[in-house]
């Protein structure tokens, strides 16, 4: 059974940074396609950020430039460094495969404040 587990997030001020972690388990995750998402209040979740099994990622428009995705197969932890952050990037944020599986984990709240 799949289970991920998020870390990292807090209360951040604007251009601040923050580094999430996920932990997964119960899988073969080096050969598994990663990303994040997240899901602010009223809104669907989206995704972030993807990254392949070989290291290569991908970015959504609204973080391009200022996230970067990673990954450890060694760990089966995936990881976003989030730079000059923003108030429009407050949300839960959860880690997932790029086509996910049914079960997610709890997420890790990011609020971007002054």
């Known amino acids: 059974q799949v289970r991920l587990v998020e870390s990292g997030g807090g209360l951040v001020q604007p251009g601040g940074s923050l580094r999430l972690s996920c932990a997964a388990s119960g899988i073969i995750f080096r050969f598994v396609a990663m990303a994040w998402y997240r899901q602010a209040p009223g809104k669907n979740r989206e995704l972030v950020a993807s990254?392949?099994?070989?290291?290569?990622?991908d970015y959504a428009d609204s973080v391009k430039g200022r996230f970067t995705i990673s990954r450890d197969n060694t760990k089966n932890s995936v990881y976003l460094q989030m730079n000059v952050l923003n108030p429009e990037d407050t949300a839960v944020y959860y880690c997932n495969a790029v086509s996910p599986w049914p079960s997610w984990g709890q997420g890790t709240q990011v609020t971007v404040s002054s």
């Open positions: 990254v392949t099994t070989h290291g290569s990622a």
